[in-house]
C-alpha cells in the first residue's frame, strides 16, 4: 500500500468552489483560499438557521495507545461511508496542531484511503486559524507584562499622570495567563522571563512564567465554543489573566486588550471547508487535545454542517472520557445540541494494549508482538471496551463499536471481538471498519450501524447541572465519568476552588486535564479499573470560555519532543514536493 | 479626510484573478486566497527568466522621526503615480510586523490615497508567512533544546544506544538560536529556560535564553535572499544553531531538522499579489525591520515584478544608512541586479526634527511645534537630507527627492526646501509628492523624475568585495556608509571576528543591526555628524542568510510596547468590521 501522502497526492480532487456548492453553500457565503481549501462565512449560519438540523454523530474511543486508534480514519470512513449508501453527509474535524506532527503521531488527517485532502495543507498551516489564536493569546500577555512593567517604572501616579489610564496594579506572582506556542517545547514550561543585567531594567520585570502549547489557550476553547463573531468578542472580554495586589481578577477588558485580541482572531471564526479523498465536504474548525483542553470541533462548524446536511460526522479526540465527556458536559450544552449517536473505536491491539500485559511508552513504537493472536490479552483488556461502552451509554447516547482493523489483524480474533461485543448487554451496534486500507467502501456497514442508531431517541443525559455547585461538578465527573472513589484537592486547588466561588464563577462547566492514556490520572494503569482517587493539583478559572479547568495527576499542558522526533523523516524532494509526512 | 481604514473599506477593489491576469500572471501560476490575495508560484518566475528586466527603483528615505516619513506612502504612491502616466509598473513591499500595528507605528499599508488593500489583510495575517517563519524557527529552537535533554539525561552512549543518532554534545552555554515571537515583547528578550522544581528534570536543561521577533530571524533573511524552493533548502541547512563542547558549529542539518523547516516555510516561497487603492499589482514578500535585519522585500518579488512590469517600485526601510545600504551591498550581490533609482523620502518634520533641536521619543505623539513654519530648523536638519543624497551617489545610483507632504506643512516652508535640494551639486531631481492626499494623482511629478533618473546608466559601486575581510567589511559600512571615523569592538566581537575567519566564513557579507533614528550608533544624535566611533557589541553568524550580523551600540532585537500601545484603540464594531486601525 502506498504512504498517505502519496495516496493523497495520486487521488483527484475536485475544485473547493465545485464541493462548496454540492454541499449546499451559496457562492457569496465562502471564499476559497487556493484549490483546495475555502472559509466559509458566517452568513451562510445566518441564511440557514431555521432549517431543521440533522443527526450529529461524535466519534469517540477506548482508552488508546500512546499511537491512536483511528478515531480521525474511522471518522472520515464513516462520512465517506455514508455518502457511498446516499447519504447527505458532513465531516467536522479539529485543525492539528504542529507539536504531534513533528513529535511522535505524525499527521492528523486520517489516513490510507480515509484522508482529508490535500494532506499536507491540513497538516501544516491550513489558513492559520491555529497561528492567530497563537497570536491573539501572546498579544495579551505581552500587554501584561508592559502593564506591570510601565506602572512599576516610576509608581502607579506617574504611570497615570504620563498616560490618563488607571492603575491596575497587577500582582506580577499572580499573572494566570501564560504564553502559548504550537510546538512541542519542554524547555518552555517553566521559564523565568524580564531578566535584567547589570541592574538595568530594561527588560520588564522578573517573574516566572510558561508556555503551553497553543491547542490549550482558553482562546481555542472559546473559538470552539463561540456562537458568532459578537460572542466571540464577548467572551474574549471576560478572560481573566491576573489578579491586582487586592486579589481582584483582571481581565483582558481591564487591560484594553480584547478588541484587538478579536481583531487578531477575526478570520479563525470562519470553518475552513475542504473534501475527504472521496469528496465528501469537510470543515475544519477549532484545535485538538480533549486531554488538555475542550478538544472538541466547533459549534459553529456543526450547526453548518448540520443544517445542511443529514448526517454530520464529528469527533472528540482521545477516549470516551476525554473528548466525549467534554462533548456531552460542556459543547452541547453551549451548542442546545446534543450528540444523536456515539461511534466507539475499538483496535485489537488497543484491546490487548489494556490488559496491561505489553510496556507501551509514548514515543516509542508499538511492539510487533501486541499484533498476534492472543486470546487472553484480548479477554482482559475488552474491559476497558466495555467500560467506554457504558460510559457512553449513560449519557443516553446510542452507540455503535468501530473496530478500526489493522492489516496485521487476524480474522480469527476480529470474529472473537464481534461475537464478545454483540453478547454485550447494552444492545450496542458493531462493524468492521475497513476505511484505512478500502475507503468509503469499507464503513458502509459501520454507515448502516450508524443510521439505525440514529433512529432511536434520545434522553440524552450530562453528568451535572449547571446549578450543581463546583465541587459536585468535579464530583460528577470523576465519579460517573472516570469510576473513581474520590477526588482529592491539593492545598492550592482548596484555595482556589474557595475563590472562584467567592468571585462568583461557581455557575461555570467543568473541564479536566489528564491523561488520555488510562480513564484514572495514571497513565500507567490500562484496563477499566474503579475505585480510585483523582488528584487535583491545580484549577483554573476560564471566565471567557466558560469552565474551570482542573489540572489532575502529573498531566502536562506543554509536551516535549521525544529523542528521536519525527520531523527527522520530513524533507522537500527536488520537485518541491513534501515527502516523510504520514 | 476619511482615516485609513475607511478609505480603503469604500473604495472599489477589483477582483485579484484580475490583478493578476492583467499584470501578466496566467492562470495557472497564481492560487487566490480570497478575493482579494493570492500566491504567485514560481512557475511564473520559470516563464519568464529570459525575458529582459524593467527598472528597479529603491524608496529610501533620511532620518526619520520614529514615526516614520511616508516611505510606504510614497512608494505606493509613486507606482500609482507611474501608473497614471500610462508605464506599466509593480509596487514590491514587505509584510507588516505585528509588533508595531500593536505596538505604536499602526499599520504599515500606506496610507490615505495611497495604501495597498485590503490594508486590513495586509495587516493582519497576510497568507500567513511570518507566522511560518515563526513556526520554523521555534522549531529549530525545540529540537536543540529536545536534543540537549535527552543527549544529557542518560548520557550520549546512552543515547545513541536508545536512538542510533550520533550524540551532538551541544555546550548548553553556547546555543546562538533564540527563539522568536512576531510580538513587541520586552519581558522576553531575556529569559531562562529549562527550569525544574523539586530537583526533577522534566522540563529540560535550564539555560539562558531569550526571543527576538519573527522579523529579525535569519529565516526571514534567507526567505528574502533565496532565488527558489531549491535554493531556501540548501541555506536553511547551512544555518549554524550552536557549537558543541569542541567549539565546533552544529547546524539544523546535524540536527535533522532543515528538512522540516523548509517544510513548514514551503509556502512564504510564493509573494502574495495584492493591489493598491488604483489597482496597481502589489508583491508582498519577506519581512521588515531595516534596523535590526536585512529588511527588504525579496528578490523573487524583485525577480518576478521587473520581467513584468517597466518598473518595479520597491522600498529599503529606515535611512539610506539601513536597508538602501543593505539593498546594496547584500541583496544586489545575491540577486544580481542593482537599483536603477533610489527615492529618498524627506519631510519638512523630518528635517527639522534632524535639527536637534525638538525633543523626540519612540512611543510619544509627534509634537505639533513640529510643524510651524522653522527657518532655523530646517536650515540646520537639511545636513541630514543632504548627507543621505551624498549616500545614495556614492553607490553610482541617480536618486530622487520626493518631498512627501504632510497636510500641515507651509508651502512657503516646501518651496524653500524645494529651492535648496536643487542647489545641490549632485544633480539630484525633486518633487512634491502629495500621494497621501490624492493618490497616484499626487505623485505624476514624481514619477516623471524617476523616468529621467532610470535613463541614466548606473556605474552600480558596492562599498566591499566578497574577497575584502570581515574587518575591512565591517569598516567599509560604517566608515563609508555611516560616515564613522573608527569601530570599537567589544572583547566578545574580538573574539567572534576571530572565530568565524578561522571557521572560513570571511565570504560572508556583514549586515548591521543598529538605531535607524541617527545615522550613528546613538538614536540622540541627529543630523549629520562625521568622524563618531562605532560599537560593535556582538557578532552572529547567518551562515545561510550569508552574512554576518552585527549588533552596534545598545541596539535591541525585540522592540517593546510602550505604555499606551496601539492596540488599545482597536476593536471590531457590531457589523464586525473592523475599528482603529491606520
Redesign the interface.
Known amino acids: 500500500m502506498q504512504s498517505d501522502i502519496e495516496i493523497c497526492r495520486t487521488t483527484p480532487l475536485q475544485p473547493i468552489d465545485d464541493i462548496a456548492h454540492q454541499a449546499g453553500l451559496q457562492t457569496n457565503e465562502f471564499?476559497?483560499?487556493?484549490?483546495y481549501k475555502a472559509?466559509v462565512s458566517l452568513d451562510a449560519l445566518h441564511r440557514l438557521k431555521d432549517r431543521p438540523t440533522g443527526k450529529l454523530v461524535v466519534v469517540t474511543a477506548m482508552t488508546p495507545t500512546p499511537l491512536g486508534e483511528g478515531k480521525t480514519v474511522t471518522t472520515i470512513g464513516l462520512a465517506q461511508g455514508l455518502a457511498k449508501i446516499n447519504q447527505s453527509v458532513f465531516a467536522c474535524i479539529r485543525q492539528p496542531s504542529?507539536g504531534p506532527i513533528?513529535g511522535v503521531k505524525g499527521g492528523a488527517a486520517g489516513g490510507g484511503y480515509a484522508q482529508v485532502a490535500p494532506m499536507?495543507e491540513l497538516n501544516?498551516?491550513l489558513?492559520?486559524d491555529i497561528?492567530?489564536v497563537?497570536?491573539a493569546h501572546?498579544?495579551a500577555?505581552?500587554?501584561i507584562?508592559?502593564r506591570i512593567?510601565?506602572e512599576q517604572r516610576n509608581g502607579y501616579a506617574d504611570?497615570t499622570a504620563?498616560?490618563?489610564?488607571k492603575a491596575l496594579r497587577i500582582d506580577p506572582s499572580h499573572v494566570t495567563w501564560k504564553?502559548v506556542?504550537?510546538?512541542?517545547?519542554?524547555?518552555?514550561?517553566?521559564?523565568?522571563?524580564?531578566?535584567?543585567?547589570d541592574g538595568k531594567a530594561?527588560?520588564?520585570?522578573e517573574r516566572?512564567?510558561g508556555f503551553d502549547i497553543s491547542a490549550a489557550s482558553e482562546l481555542m476553547a472559546i473559538l470552539a465554543l463561540s456562537t458568532d463573531?459578537?460572542d466571540l468578542?464577548q467572551r474574549i472580554g471576560r478572560i481573566v489573566v491576573a489578579y491586582d495586589l487586592d486579589g481582584q481578577p483582571i481581565t483582558t477588558e481591564d487591560l484594553?486588550?480584547?478588541?484587538?485580541m478579536?481583531?487578531?482572531m477575526?478570520?479563525t471564526i470562519q470553518p475552513t471547508l475542504m473534501q475527504t479523498l472521496e469528496g465528501v465536504p469537510t470543515l475544519v474548525h477549532a484545535g485538538p487535545f480533549a486531554n488538555i483542553a475542550h478538544g472538541n470541533s466547533s459549534i459553529i462548524a456543526d450547526n453548518i454542517a448540520t443544517r445542511l446536511a443529514d448526517f454530520t460526522v464529528t469527533e472528540g479526540g482521545f477516549g470516551s472520557d476525554m473528548g466525549f465527556e467534554k462533548a456531552c458536559n460542556i459543547k452541547a450544552k453551549a451548542a442546545h445540541k446534543h450528540p444523536d449517536c456515539a461511534v466507539i473505536v475499538a483496535t485489537l491491539r488497543g484491546i490487548k494494549a489494556n490488559s496491561g500485559r505489553y510496556d507501551l511508552r509514548p514515543g516509542q513504537a508499538i511492539p510487533d508482538s501486541l499484533f498476534a493472536p492472543d486470546s487472553a490479552a484480548l479477554t482482559a483488556g475488552f474491559a476497558n471496551l466495555q467500560w467506554h461502552i457504558d460510559n457512553v451509554t449513560q449519557y443516553g447516547v446510542p452507540a455503535v463499536v468501530a473496530i478500526n482493523r489493522f492489516p496485521q489483524d487476524s480474522e480469527e480474533e476480529l470474529q472473537q471481538l464481534m461475537a464478545m461485543i454483540k453478547a454485550l448487554p447494552q444492545g450496542v451496534e458493531v462493524a468492521i471498519s475497513e476505511a484505512f486500507s478500502r475507503g468509503g467502501l469499507g464503513a458502509t456497514q459501520l454507515a448502516h450501524c450508524v443510521m439505525k442508531q440514529c433512529e432511536k431517541t434520545v434522553q440524552f443525559t450530562p453528568l451535572y447541572q449547571s446549578e450543581d455547585s463546583l465541587d459536585d461538578k468535579l464530583h460528577a465527573v470523576a465519579l460517573k465519568g472516570y469510576g473513581a472513589g474520590s477526588i482529592t484537592y491539593s492545598e492550592k486547588a482548596t484555595a482556589q476552588l474557595k475563590r472562584f466561588n467567592e468571585l462568583g464563577y461557581g455557575h461555570l462547566s467543568v473541564c479536566m486535564a489528564k491523561t488520555p492514556l488510562s480513564i484514572t490520572t495514571n497513565s500507567a494503569i490500562k484496563g477499566a479499573p474503579s475505585g480510585f482517587d483523582v488528584t487535583i493539583r491545580e484549577l483554573k478559572l476560564c471566565s471567557g470560555a466558560g469552565f474551570i479547568y482542573a489540572l489532575c495527576g502529573s498531566v502536562?499542558t506543554m509536551p516535549?519532543?521525544?529523542?528521536?522526533?519525527a520531523?527527522?523523516s520530513?524533507?522537500?524532494d527536488?520537485q518541491?514536493n513534501?515527502v516523510?509526512?504520514s
Do not use: C, W
Open positions: 471564499q476559497s483560499q487556493g484549490r472559509k504542529m513533528f499536507e501544516l498551516h489558513t492559520g497561528h492567530a497563537t497570536a501572546n498579544l500577555a505581552a500587554a507584562d508592559a512593567y510601565h504611570f504620563r498616560t490618563g489610564l504564553r506556542m504550537d510546538h512541542n517545547d519542554r524547555a518552555l514550561r517553566m521559564i523565568t522571563i524580564g531578566r535584567n543585567e530594561v527588560n520588564g520585570f516566572e512564567d463573531l459578537n468578542r484594553q486588550v480584547a478588541g484587538a478579536t481583531v487578531t477575526k478570520d502536562m516535549g519532543l521525544p529523542d528521536k522526533p520531523f527527522m520530513l524533507d522537500i527536488e518541491g513534501i516523510g509526512l
